[in-house]
């Protein structure tokens, strides 16, 4: 059973910079095809980011050269840097990780962190 804890939101000015953190524990981080999505009250959530096993990374075209998802296997733990940010991405942030155990994917979900971004 993998937990993980997201770290990093807060309050910025449009045009800022924050680095969102999610360590994982009590599975087998590397082999963890991990994400970041976000939610806003009444929408759903949305995926922003993802990170494979391999290193590949995808993003939402609304983030794409603003948004940087990385990840350190040492430390267990998956980043998303967001530069430039806008009013927009105010949201909720949450960190996902998702792994084959004995046939079956297992999905993880962290408690989310709230990024508010002002004009």
């Known amino acids: 059973q993998a937990q993980l804890v997201e770290s990093g939101g807060g309050l910025v000015q449009a045009g800022g910079s924050l680095r969102l953190s999610c360590a994982a524990s009590?599975?087998?981080?590397?082999?963890?095809?991990m994400r970041w999505y976000r939610q806003t009250p009444g929408k759903q959530r949305e995926l922003v980011a993802t990170?494979?096993?391999?290193?590949?990374?995808t993003y939402v075209d609304t983030v794409k050269g603003r948004f940087s998802i990385s990840r350190d296997n040492a430390k267990s733990t998956v980043y998303l840097q967001m530069n430039n940010l806008e009013p927009e991405d105010t949201a909720a942030y949450y960190c996902?990780?998702?792994?084959?155990?004995?046939?079956?994917?297992?999905?993880?979900w962290g408690q989310g962190t709230q990024v508010t971004v002002s004009s």
């Open positions: 996902n990780g998702q792994r084959w155990v004995g046939g079956i994917l297992r999905t993880y």
């Open positions: 009590g599975s087998t981080f590397s082999i963890m095809t």
């Open positions: 990170i494979s096993s391999d290193g590949s990374t």
